[in-house]
C-alpha cells in the first residue's frame, strides 16, 4: 500500500515569488509519481510525472519537482508564480504494475498581487 | 487532442433515488477509473476496469456499481443514494502498455471534467 503526506495545506505567496509545494510519500514498492493541478470547479489537470531516469522532471506552465528516493519526497516547485496559479495541488502515487492513484490531501496555493 | 468526456456534468437527485454517471475515455485508451471527490478532500479511488474486466475495487460502496462496455465507456451506478454521496465524481483513462505499442505506460492517468452529484 501506498500513501501521499502534503506538508502544507495552503500556501500564500506573492506574485512573481518562487513556490515549493511539498510531497512525501510511503511505499514498500517502486512507485510512479504525480502532480496534477485543480482549478476551482474544474477536473483534474497532470502537471508532470516521474516515471523513470532523471530525477528532475519538468511539467507544464514552468513547473518542475525533483523525485528525491532517499528522502522519499516528491516536492513541485516554480520560480516565479502567477496569479493564474492560484489552486489546488495534489501529489499522487502509484505502484509500478499499474493501478490506482493514491492523493494527498492536497495544498492550496494561493498566489497575491 | 480529445479528452475524457463525462456526462452529465452536474446532477441532482433525492434521497433513496439512483444515478448513473457515463464516462468515454480518451480513444484507444482501454483502462476507466472511478475516483469520489467529497467537498475539500482528495480524490479516492472506487473501481476500475481493464478490457471491460473489473482491474481493482477500492472503497466503493455496495450500493454502487459499474462496469466497462464493448465500445470502453464506462458507465458507474449509484442506488439508495444518501446525503455523504454528495461529491465530484471523476473518470479517468490510461493506455495499457502492452497493446498499442511504444505509447505511455499505464500508469499516467487522465482525469475527465467530473460530474458533480448532489443529494438532497
Known amino acids: 500500500a501506498q500513501s501521499v503526506t502534503q506538508l502544507d495545506s495552503q500556501v500564500p505567496v506573492f506574485e512573481e515569488a518562487p513556490v515549493e509545494l511539498r510531497c512525501n510519500y510511503s511505499s514498500s514498492v517502486s512507485v510512479y509519481l504525480f502532480w496534477y493541478v485543480q482549478y476551482p470547479n474544474q477536473g483534474l489537470q497532470l502537471l508532470l510525472k516521474y516515471l523513470s531516469g532523471s530525477t528532475l522532471v519538468k511539467g507544464i506552465n514552468g513547473f518542475e519537482a525533483e523525485f528525491n528516493k532517499s528522502q522519499t519526497s516528491f516536492h513541485l516547485r516554480k520560480p516565479s508564480v502567477h496569479i493564474s496559479d492560484t489552486a489546488e495541488y495534489f501529489c499522487?502515487?502509484?505502484?509500478?504494475?499499474?493501478?490506482?492513484?493514491?492523493f494527498g490531501e492536497g495544498t492550496q496555493l494561493t498566489v497575491n498581487p | 487532442a480529445a479528452g475524457v468526456i463525462q456526462s452529465p456534468r452536474h446532477l441532482i437527485k433525492e434521497k433513496r433515488e439512483t444515478a448513473t454517471l457515463k464516462c468515454y475515455p480518451i480513444p484507444r485508451h482501454d483502462t476507466v477509473y472511478w475516483y469520489q471527490q467529497g467537498p475539500g478532500q482528495d480524490p479516492q479511488f472506487l473501481i476500475s476496469f481493464y478490457e471491460k474486466m473489473q482491474s481493482d475495487k477500492g472503497s466503493i460502496p455496495d450500493r454502487f456499481s459499474a462496469q466497462q462496455f464493448s465500445d470502453y465507456h464506462s458507465e458507474l451506478n449509484m442506488s439508495s443514494l444518501e446525503l455523504g454521496d454528495s461529491a465530484l465524481y471523476f473518470c479517468?483513462?490510461?493506455?495499457?502498455?502492452?497493446?498499442?505499442?511504444?505509447?505511455?505506460?499505464?500508469?499516467?492517468?487522465?482525469f475527465g471534467p467530473g460530474t458533480r452529484l448532489l443529494v438532497l
Open positions: 479517468a483513462s490510461s493506455l495499457n502498455w502492452g497493446t498499442s505499442g511504444p505509447t505511455e505506460p499505464q500508469e499516467t492517468q487522465y
Open positions: 499522487a502515487v502509484s505502484g509500478t504494475s499499474g493501478s490506482r492513484l493514491t
